[in-house]
């Protein structure tokens, strides 16, 4: 294997990695004090920690449970469907639970899974010491836990939503839902989506910014690569589930009619914006899932990944493939022929990287020897059980047969086919190959087996019939059939499968009770003989000192690497800031950049999680002073928690090892905020893409009756005043930077006109449009004006809390040149909040009157 | 309910399956493609399965030809290239005729789904509303009939599987879903989006005439109701039960709109949309309590009518042929 690549990217001098391993004895004390620094909090301070081996079992602990509780319902399901006419679960019941079985499992048990997967594993296997926002991690778990507890818990009380995982509307609007049911969903899925955001933003700056040095992106472990294309994924089609979901709840609380067709709404908008959500959605499970394959079936074949680049640019292509086909979901609604035709290409078009990795697994597989241990098993169970799901969508890509299977148990059959065989035995055999590394005892491979030939099994008897039963004429979501169709023998294997199924989790759980010992001193280790770096010796600290990586298999082919940076002899065997800390590298040869100090346990974020989730179900429960209060609070324990940040330590510069020093403090593309800014924004500026789109295609529907817009002054007055806040706010940081001599007042003061500019041209606006006499509740223009409105609005309030909290920092003395970093991110978010705010402008006013 | 209770109608068999057991030209081209798929499903299974098995069994040297690149290349690009793309052009060739306007003289019919029943009305050349039925559709064998579908309410979906896809109901649109039967026959069919509630129960019949006798049942249909005059006692409670409000009666003073045209309902082969085999009893039934049989649907249960009364009804109802 090659070492450091020669042309750098940072000006770093690569040669100083020869440097390493160094020689000779560290200092006593250096380990004590790496101990005692990351030591988590004891007794019921534990809720405080933010570390990510703890945040990472829990995590993924909260996942599984909500994997059980989706799966009781399922068997709920399964036994009321076991016979016709069967009298196991009312009809109301019923749907309320099919839809939350979907909800659930999609919701709060998939994404979450994944993502929990990489806050355990990535910074292990990057060599990191922990991810780059630790609390924020932390704070999407809590966020989670409670929001999707409380969600859950509304099927106790009769209030789960009953309308679907897909909500179509007008079923979910208040004429034909008019309980708080839909409110639920609505809310509580908003609520989990600014988890899974949080999530993706953290993973994104963490591979690209905390890999261990020399990890170049062509020795990136394939499953950080599959984390990456993921996070993207997350950061570009959640925003569309948002504004559906905002939209709808819009119209349901205030009349706002998008959906409504009466009033000139149109229900396909929601398929549209749902689906270019929800089919990407299942790549987004798919891919993680897909990398912990790519890992585990090298280890368990003992030999690299055969084709790696090609799994790679399959990742990349899944990824920009799958943006593509959200309308097969739509195959039935009588889309014009050439759409169908293009989304049909694209669905089958997005198997090929799929097919990619299938083969990529087969000749990894050929060009070992197979170890039939349990992740050995559940990974070759996968890849059958994914081949046939894949077969099957492969048939439901074409149109025509789509147009018989279309929400029937075929379509039922498929879905869990991929999902089961590209997510869930993926993930199971993700838990037997890594809990050594989290747990003293590794799970029993004994039980492992029963586990997998029970699932494996269950999986085949409960939903291989499903497909003939679809044909067969079998709907979906039907609660009860009528006896004499010959559907009973189908059900009533499907319904045994799916009783051996559950038997084979209820058994991997007592082997989790038996066997997984988290959080100890010591852990099993590499038992199945992996290459990556999440193999190397730890502590809570992670590896003592951080290695560099000249290899893809890192442990395979450097020799004595496990014993060299256990002995300290690599970057930061110590902690030389005093306090927790990681390294921060470049995105594509991470070359050492600067040391980035990291926060340390608090309970600013789990109060913040607990008033968000508060506000949210407050706002469900149409409570809403407070749920406002709730927000607030929310809102100041995350201010609260950002005070910590952005304070220079007192050395400038430190020692990472064999005299290389480093900066502690960075600003601009190099740091780790301004990644996690620009990738936040990003979500932003989808939800105003999706806006638009939901603007334009409403006019598409109701040309004759879209109005023109208010006067041509008010749009100049605000287009200026938002011009002039876009530049201030890029000069801000400039001046603060550049010109010390004027001290921080300067800055601030351009931060705080510029934020008061913003509200200003919005004030314009919003005045020019409601003396227009648009009114929201009475068309779908003025609906959609006055959402994008709102959101614009939304950015305005923010910014304003921004600008206040610069004002406040300022007062405490917090702004001056040498820790720029606050005013710069904050200047970025009223600039991305001015761009955003002049195309609302350019889109409302000029669009379509412009074009005349 | 028994949970033994067969369905409704002898048209909703789950075998042979009716999405593969075509009736018609819509349907036939489609049950082409389904076993065209099942081959090369198949196919693609077995190869899966057979390079996944020398992967793992089979001696080094056969081993060693898999584990490379070239795999990758020829069996996780190529192939599926070649087969995905002939495939592609195959369903793309069918899938042309969606939602064409109807043609001059073509049948229609307009179907509005309805929670949770079928709204069904017979238009004229004009494309005017002749009259109304429900939970049936009546076409004639032999040539294309455009089932004109809309919603007033929440999105429906209407599958025929012997005579062609599902095609939906989605309120502010109006799709055209063309079907043909090539031989006079009962054919089955059910709702296939989630509208809430009762959506299991949703179900309907085609039935499929020659030429001549679906004029002659048109022109039956057609003409108002004619009750015999010795049921005036089951008119009498259906006028004092407030029936009228909700449902029409062509030729009487019945003449609400939220429900089922009832003028010729005792012709219909089920009641509640497909839930029921239509007869006196089980008329009497569904009338003194619909909500048993069907929860949730929008037909309140009549308790206060005493057997005699509900006999008397659901004879005069029986005799609407």
């Not at chain 1, 690599?570 to 902690?575: A, E, S």
């Not at chain 1, 010390?740 to 001290?743: L, M, Y």
């Given at each position: 294997m090659s070492g450091p690549p020669e042309a750098s990217e940072t000006g770093f001098d690569t040669a100083l990695y020869d440097r390493f391993p160094t020689k000779g004895r560290r200092p006593a004390g250096e380990l004590a004090e790496l101990e005692r620094i990351w030591c988590a909090p004891r007794r019921w301070e534990w809720i405080t920690v933010i570390n990510n081996n703890y945040v990472g079992v829990y995590y993924v602990g909260a996942a599984m449970l909500f994997f059980v509780l989706a799966g009781v319902l399922a068997l709920l399901m399964r036994a009321q469907l076991a016979l016709p006419y069967n009298g196991v679960l009312p009809q109301e019941t019923y749907n309320q639970v099919f839809t939350m079985h979907g909800t659930v499992m999609m919701f709060l048990f998939a994404v979450p899974a994944v993502e929990a997967l990489g806050v355990l594993l990535l910074p292990q296997m990057l060599g990191a010491r922990d991810l780059p926002f630790p609390r924020l991690s932390a704070y999407a778990f809590w966020a989670y836990l409670i929001g999707g507890l409380a969600f859950f818990c509304s099927l106790f009380f009769g209030l789960a939503p009953n309308g679907g995982w897909f909500m179509y509307p007008p079923l979910t609007s208040t004429t034909y839902s008019p309980g708080i049911n839909a409110d639920f969903w609505l809310l509580g899925i908003g609520f989990i989506e600014i988890s899974a955001i949080a999530g993706a933003i953290e993973i994104i700056v963490g591979v690209l910014k905390t890999r261990a040095p020399g990890m170049s992106l062509d020795k990136l472990p394939i499953f950080a690569w599959a984390m990456l294309v993921f996070a993207g994924m997350i950061i570009i089609a959640f925003p569309s589930v948002i504004l559906a979901t905002t939209l709808l709840e819009l119209e349901r609380a205030?009349?706002?009619?998008?959906?409504d067709a009466a009033r000139?709404?149109?229900?396909m908008l929601w398929q549209h914006l749902f689906w270019f959500f929800g089919h990407p959605e299942v790549y987004i499970i798919f891919l993680p899932a897909a990398g912990a394959m790519s890992t585990i079936v090298p280890a368990v074949a003992r030999t690299p990944l055969v084709g790696h680049w090609l799994v790679v640019l399959a990742f990349l292509a899944t990824g920009f493939i799958s943006f593509g086909v959200w309308a097969h979901h739509m195959f039935t609604t009588g889309m014009p022929g050439v759409s169908i035709g293009l989304f049909s290409a694209a669905s089958m078009a997005v198997s090929l990287p799929a097919g990619v990795q299938v083969f990529a697994w087969i000749a990894t597989v050929a060009s070992g020897r197979m170890r039939f241990n349990t992740p050995g098993l559940f990974v070759l169970g996968s890849l059958l059980v994914f081949v046939m799901g894949g077969l099957t969508g492969v048939m439901a890509a074409m149109v025509p047969f789509d147009w018989q299977a279309h929400d029937t148990y075929f379509i039922v059959a498929h879905l869990h086919y991929v999902l089961i065989g590209g997510m869930v035995f993926p993930l199971f055999a993700a838990i037997y190959y890594w809990t050594p590394m989290s747990s003293a005892r590794p799970l029993s491979e004994r039980l492992g087996r029963w586990v997998f030939w029970l699932m494996f099994a269950g999986m085949h008897l409960a939903f291989l019939p499903m497909h003939l039963v679809g044909l067969m004429g079998m709907p979906r979501r039907i609660y009860t059939y009528a006896g004499g169709r010959d559907w009973e023998w189908p059900n009533l294997i499907s319904t045994l499968g799916a009783f051996v199924f559950a038997a084979g989790v209820l058994i991997w759980i007592i082997d989790m009770i038996r066997n997984f010992r988290p959080f100890g001193p010591k852990d099993a280790g590499n038992v199945y003989e992996g290459g990556g770096l999440e193999w190397l010796p730890t502590g809570l600290y992670s590896t003592r000192s951080i290695p560099i990586v000249r290899s893809l298999y890192p442990l395979w082919d450097q020799k004595n690497l496990g014993r060299d940076v256990a002995a300290g002899r690599?970057?930061?065997?110590?902690?030389p800031t005093g306090g927790r800390e990681t390294l921060v590298t470049s995105?594509?040869?991470?070359?050492p950049q600067h040391l980035l100090p990291m926060p340390v346990p608090s309970g600013w974020h789990v109060w913040a999680a607990v008033f968000t989730a508060g506000f949210f179900l407050l706002l469900t429960v149409q409570a809403y002073v407070a749920s406002v209060a709730s927000g607030m609070l929310a809102i100041a324990c995350v201010l609260r928690w950002c005070w910590f940040l952005d304070h220079p330590q007192k050395q400038r510069t430190v020692d990472v090892g064999a005299g290389i020093e480093l900066s502690t403090y960075a600003t601009g593309p190099s740091s780790t905020g301004w990644w996690a800014m620009v990738t936040t924004l990003v979500v932003g500026g989808m939800v105003l893409a999706m806006s638009v789109f939901s603007y334009v295609f409403l006019w598409s529907r109701n040309m004759e009756a879209w109005r023109p817009p208010p006067g041509t002054g008010s749009l100049a007055a605000a287009g200026a005043m938002t011009l002039a806040a876009g530049v201030l706010a890029w000069l801000a940081n400039h001046r603060l930077v550049r010109d010390?001599?004027?001290?921080p007042w300067q800055a601030v003061a351009m931060i705080l006109l510029s934020g008061a500019l913003l509200a200003a041209a919005f004030a314009v606006d919003l005045t020019a449009w409601r003396g227009g006499g648009l009114a929201a509740k009475l068309s779908a223009q003025g609906a959609i004006v006055y959402s994008i409105l709102s959101w614009q609005g939304f950015f305005v309030a923010v910014s304003a809390i921004m600008a206040l909290y610069v004002l406040l920092r300022g007062l405490f003395g917090y702004v001056a040149a040498d820790r720029p970093a606050t005013v710069q991110l904050v200047g970025l978010f009223l600039g991305y909040t001015a761009g955003q705010g002049l195309v609302g402008l350019g889109l409302m006013r000029l669009f379509p009157a412009g074009l005349s | 309910m028994q949970t033994d209770a067969p369905p409704a109608h002898d048209s909703f068999k789950g075998w042979p399956p009716p999405a593969m057991d075509p009736a018609g030209p819509f349907a036939a081209p489609l049950n082409s493609l389904t076993w065209g798929l099942l081959a090369v499903v198949a196919t693609v299974l077995a190869v899966v399965v057979v390079a996944l098995a020398i992967a793992l069994f089979a001696p080094r040297a056969w081993r060693r030809r898999l584990g490379g690149e070239r795999l990758v290349w020829v069996a996780g690009v190529a192939f599926p290239v070649v087969v995905l793309s002939a495939l592609l052009a195959w369903g793309l060739s069918l899938t042309h005729r969606m939602s064409e306007p109807p043609r001059p003289g073509e049948e229609r019919i307009r179907v509005t789904g309805e929670m949770w029943w079928w709204r069904v009305a017979y238009l004229d050349a004009g494309g005017a509303e002749a009259f109304q039925d429900a939970n049936e559709i009546h076409i004639p064998t032999g040539r294309p009939v455009a089932l004109e579908l809309e919603s007033t309410d929440v999105i429906h979906s209407l599958w025929i599987p012997r005579l062609n896809g599902k095609l939906d109901m989605i309120p502010g649109r109006r799709n055209i879903l063309r079907v043909q039967a090539d031989k006079p026959g009962e054919y089955g069919a059910q709702c296939a989006e989630f509208c809430g509630g009762p959506h299991a129960l949703m179900a309907l019949v085609v039935v499929a005439h020659a030429p001549a006798d679906y004029e002659a049942w048109k022109a039956r249909q057609a003409a108002p109701a004619a009750p015999s005059p010795n049921q005036a006692a089951g008119k009498a409670v259906f006028d004092r039960a407030g029936c009228g409000a909700c449902h029409a009666i062509r030729g009487t003073d019945a003449n609400g709109l939220a429900g089922p045209d009832l003028t010729h309902v005792g012709a219909r082969r089920t009641l509640g949309a497909g839930v029921l085999p239509n007869n006196a009893g089980t008329m009497a039934g569904w009338i003194g309590d619909s909500q048993a049989i069907k929860p949730g649907n929008r037909m309140p249960a009549y308790p206060v009518l005493k057997g005699r009364e509900l006999r008397e009804v659901a004879t005069y109802l029986e005799g609407l042929k």
């Open positions: 205030l009349g706002w009619p998008f959906f000139g709404g149109d229900p690599y970057f930061l065997p110590g902690t995105p594509i040869n991470a070359e010390a001599r004027h001290g | -």
